[in-house]
């Protein structure tokens, strides 16, 4: 067991977590930040963010999480990179095994460890994801001058994506498995206004080809009028088939909540395996535990309410101890 006993340890460093720990440090608890697999979250995979308050012109994703992090630094939290691979919640305080073999102590957490990007599991998948296949066009999109590619999905980010690859590739093809898009009207209206992005409706990424050494060389898709077309085959329904050429595919169907870590430590998830919490508070179904950001929020999924749930994490954690330190006094009291 480590010997220091942190009153807030706040595990993921996106900025749901970092707006956790500017309250948090404010409020003197000098809490440890847990920087996770991926430092700064997803919005160190986005190029500009246009609607974070207070950027009238708008903001890189790298940059304001560089800002959020100094913010809090600042203020007396610290950061770690490591990420948590296991928890005892049972006793007080929690104990928290690292990644790295060390273990730590704390009164209270934060769990702010964000969505990691959902696949689709088609053949072609694995061998080639990062060598032609992506989940990220900002981080990838530049490999891809004078291309063809396709962008799967029909919510904002796949709008996203495509829009920005449009900067590299020669055309952009969306695949989405109905006709109507889940997308904001904005985006959706930028996207099918652009030339070079085109849409196949009703359709579904069945296998991706191509081999490490020359990348990708094309994607087979299935399509069925109504819709649903995997589901659709999967029922024995015919579907029709058809190969792109393209030499880059790339998904926007969104993001799975990163709670692996937390089996067997009673806090509940629901069937998305999101962290359920309080109606009216962030905390989690353990006492002391809170959650803040895309690990419990299903709905929003946005910058802004993730900071907005990471403040309310730290406040609903500062209230918790104090309410501990005036029972312990009481208890001391009593005693005396
Ligand atoms: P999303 O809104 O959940 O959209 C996911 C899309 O992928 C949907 O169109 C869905 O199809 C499709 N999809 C999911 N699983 C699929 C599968 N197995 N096969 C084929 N298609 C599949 O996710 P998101 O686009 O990542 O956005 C998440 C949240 O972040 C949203 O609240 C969004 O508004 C927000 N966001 C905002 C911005 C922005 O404002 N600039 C940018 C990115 C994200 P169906 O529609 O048929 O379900």
Redesign the pocket.
Known sequence: MSETVHDVVIVGSGVAGQSAAVYAARADLSPLVLTGDEPGGQLTLTTDV??YLGFPDGVGGHELVQRGREQAERFGASFRQASVASADLDDRPFELSLSTGETLSARSLVLATGASA?T?GVPGEDELMGYGLSTCATCDGAFHRGHDVIV???????M?EALFLTKFADSVTIV???E?????EI?ARRAREHDAIEFRWNA??AAIHGAREEGVTGATIVSHPDGHP?RRRADGESVETERLDVQGVFY????EPNTAFLAETGIAVDDRGYVVTDSETTETTVDGVFAAGDVADD????AITAAGTGAQAALDAERRLDERSVAAEDDRRIVA
Do not use: K, P
């Not at 109507?180 to 904001?184: D, F, G, K, P």
């Not at 926007?252 to 993001?255: N, Q």
């Open positions: 246009e609607n959902r689709l799967v999905g029909g919510g904002d980010a796949a996203e989405h498995r109905r109507e898009l889940r997308a904001s985006l579904e990424l995997t926007g169907i969104g993001h709905r929003y999924q946005q």
